[in-house]
């Protein structure tokens, strides 16, 4: 029988060594039956040598060159930043953190009268006979916050001339008669005036400050004692146009309410 030889160093599959065996095995077979007889059993006693051939066959197998084992290791897991937890948060811990951000607006303030000055400012302190005196009347609020006007102290529109602040004046001798107002005219009666609505502030800004210009023309021309209110026209008494003499006279005015210190004025003897 044919020897299969198998090159030395030479790593063999296990399908390679499995085929060899099955070769070997038919070979031998192939032997005894070719020759039977009563030799048959010392020819499968000679079939010995396949066994050797086998183990032969297993023992040739060269060994796997040892590799070097390597261990692989298991990488630990990066380690991943927790979330964080959130607590429960108590219903009385909410409405402090919510307390803690609301922005509380405390309500505006009511006017006060006492917070509000009027003052009376003439262009001259002496004038010639016949010279216009010109007035001016002030009311400032002293205090830089805003109000709410809802005691009505801040009245704007009606009959007075633009830009519509409600004003009086009035010019008086050094016997304490009025011989000037700035609301009196010439005749009184007639038909009733028709005035745009006024009203009253519903807010004073902060440091509120408005002025009122007025003049007298030195004519003596009082308010009328007769009623403004009727259908008929009639002169005014107290409003005859004549110039008043040389003197001292004291001029007083009012922004609505508010009182102004009074003002004195000296005109001159021609």
């Known amino acids: 029988m044919e020897k299969t030889s198998i090159p030395k160093g030479r790593i063999l599959s296990w399908g390679t060594v499995l085929a060899l065996l099955l070769l070997a095995g038919a070979a031998a077979v192939a032997s005894a039956s070719a020759s039977p007889g009563p030799n048959l059993a010392r020819r499968l006693a000679t079939s010995a040598p396949s066994k050797r051939l086998y183990v032969a066959v297993l023992s040739t197998v060269p060994k796997s060159p040892s590799v070097p084992s390597t261990t692989v290791g298991t990488q630990a897991p990066s380690p991943v930043a ?3 937890t ?3 948060v108590s219903a009385k811990s909410a409405a402090t953190a919510l307390a803690g951000t609301t922005t509380t607006t405390e309500p505006m303030a009511v006017c006060q009268a006492s917070q509000f000055v009027a003052t009376t400012t003439t262009d001259q302190a002496s004038y010639a006979p016949g010279q216009t005196v010109n007035i001016s009347v002030t ?6 916050d805003p109000c709410a006007d809802s005691m009505n102290l801040i009245w704007q529109g009606g009959c007075a001339p633009p830009p519509g602040w409600e004003t009086t004046a009035t010019a008086t001798n050094s016997t304490g008669q009025v011989v000037w107002d700035v609301n009196a005219r010439p005749t009184t009666g007639g038909l009733p005036e028709n ?5 009253y ?3 004073v800004p ?4 408005a002025t009122v210009d007025l003049s007298w023309a030195q004519d003596l021309c009082g308010d009328s004692p007769l009623s403004d209110v009727g259908p008929t ?3 005014n008494p107290n409003c005859p146009g004549t110039p008043v003499p040389a ?3 004291q001029i007083t005015t009012s922004w609505e309410r508010f009182l102004a210190p009074p003002v004195t004025i000296t005109i001159a003897s021609s």
Do not use: Q
Request: with cysteine; charged share 10%.
């Open 195 to 199: 005035c745009p609505a006024g009203i």
């Open 206 to 209: 902060g440091g509120f400050s």
């Open 233 to 235: 026209v009639v002169p």
């Open 139 to 144: 009311l400032k609020d002293t205090s830089s």
């Open 86 to 88: 959130t607590a429960p």
């Open 201 to 203: 502030l519903s807010t």
């Open 247 to 249: 003197g001292t006279y």
């Open 82 to 84: 927790a979330e964080p």
